[in-house]
């Protein structure tokens, strides 16, 4: 789960063991000298750049999803490149993939599609349908009994992705087959889901289950049993997957670790308009990582200065690329100490607009990160790893605003009590995720994708630096 707690440890770990470092490294030598520790002089003033994309809506009547993503990756990277749209193949095309091992070959997450600019929050359209949609093999009866899951899914492949596209996320139960990894990849070939890295992979913080069908586990280490992780969509400001598959291989042996997600179409339309409007102007900041530098207020005057300097470049040049998120680093942001560098994704809109049907969703990760919310229910992140969400200028949220949110995001959680072989198929743009705390062990994995239909073309391949995914998931977790 990207923007998930587990994620922040390591972000933190890993900014450590860099700082600690870069510290007996030869130099000290290039920072121009700023205040130190007046917290206000540190904070960044850049603003994103060619990070988010924005579309307009006309452009996407007809589009698919992957299409759209395919269109905004090429417009990160070339303005004039000419849109490629993305067609989806005959469903016979299905029987022909090959069942390859995916170790290496992943393409990159694709980049986030921002399209968050003059939403009329006052006039919010319907939201039709929600999620989840059920589709039980229990009751198809005959009708699966003609052939393989594999067959009956491969022949819904277009009925099912359309009811994806209308409800935001389909629970899967009772099929057979995707009770292991292997028969889990035939199910999501079957609907031509093509694989991608997750949003963080380069941070090397999300252990792969399965490599070779491109499984990642989904936050079933011990440590972390007793840690709530609230909604949240499996994006950064700069990536984004486009779709999930959640599958449950095992239930959690002494009870909880339930999956939850959430319709971010139907958290907008239970918010506050008075909240909601404010949110929406005033914009948010994420916080995902707190290194506490307070080695610099033991410094002499002058020296202080530029040793703060130089971490912060240090840091940001070196670690941030790494996790590709569009980070600032920001000096006591929190206020609470002034040596505190903290990593920062840069403002955005905490609404979107879903990149095909247009419909405006929640499309925010605060019910996750805020620190009001981590500090008032389980949480066994450490302070290294202990993520915030801030407005957009880095003032605090009004602490009723985080408490309405919450309401609203509860009060729209679906509790799924996955069962072994139970897979939950969700559109990342329409649908936020979670999972309970549990106790004993619990195997729940999932697969992230680009797109449906051919893949994307000019998707680099294992593009982000593997070996730090590598590393860390041998060493520091
Ligand atoms: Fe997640």
Redesign the pocket.
Known sequence: ????SFSRVGVAGLVAGAAATAFVGPALSRSAPSPAGAAPAFRGTSQSTASGVSFGTAALGTATLAAVATSARKQRTSRTAKVVRQQAPPSTAVAERKTEDLTGALPDCPGTIWNAEDIDIKKLPPVKQTAPLIIDAAELGDELKKGTEKQWVAAQKDKIMAQLQDHGAIWFRNFETTKQPDGFREFYEALQLNPCL?PIHTSGLRAMEEKKHAVYE??NKPSLAGHF?GL???STFVKTATY?AFVCFKQASEGGGEFLIADGAKILEDMDPAVLERIYTNKVRISVSNLDLNFLGSLPDGMRESASDFFQDLIFKVVAPKFDMDLEMVYGADQSNPYRLQAIEHAQSPINKHPVTGQPVWFCNLHNHSRYLRDRRPCTVPEVGMTDVYSGDLSAIPYDDVRHINEVCEKNIQVMAMKEGDVVLLDNYRVL??RNTFKGDRKHA?TWFESCGEPLANNQKQKPDDFMNELINKTLV
């Open positions: 789960m990207s923007s998930d997750d989904a936050v992780v949240h969509n499996e999930g995720h979670g999932v």
